[in-house]
Nanobody
Framework: QVQLVESGGGLVQPGGSLRLSCAAS????????MGWFRQAPGKQRELVTS???????NYADSVKGRFTISRDNAKNMVYLQMNSLKPEDTAVYYC?????????WGQGTQVTVSS
């Protein structure tokens, strides 16, 4: 069974950048659609972005033009590059992988955008 581990969260000033990483314990090549979700205090968990095994991407309107998802199947890695960060981006970010009935979550990593 695949395990996911996130890293790269932290505290950053508005307008700054962070890169989140998600490492899978075994190959995800042509198997899992990967995504990043986030949940802010008092808000519903939302899908930020996703990427299919073939590389097709989707983004929430709130992050289009600022965030970029990518994957390296050979390294079993998924990344989220976050630029022009805003205070409203503050949330716990979760890596997710799914394939048919399989749905796997990472432990979450805190991103705080504050001056």
């Amino acid at each position: 069974q695949v395990q996911l581990v996130e890293s790269g969260g932290g505290l950053v000033q508005p307008g700054g950048s962070l890169r989140l990483s998600c490492a899978a314990s075994r190959s995800i090549f042509n198997i899992y659609t990967m995504g990043w979700f986030r949940q802010a205090p008092g808000k519903q968990r939302e899908l930020v972005t996703s990427i299919t095994p073939a590389g097709r991407t989707n983004y929430a309107d709130s992050v289009k033009g600022r965030f970029t998802i990518s994957r390296d199947n050979a390294k079993n890695m998924v990344y989220l590059q976050m630029n022009s960060l805003k205070p409203e981006d503050t949330a716990v970010y979760y890596c997710n992988g799914n394939s048919l009935l399989i749905n796997i979550w990472g432990q979450g990593t805190q991103v705080t955008v504050s001056s």
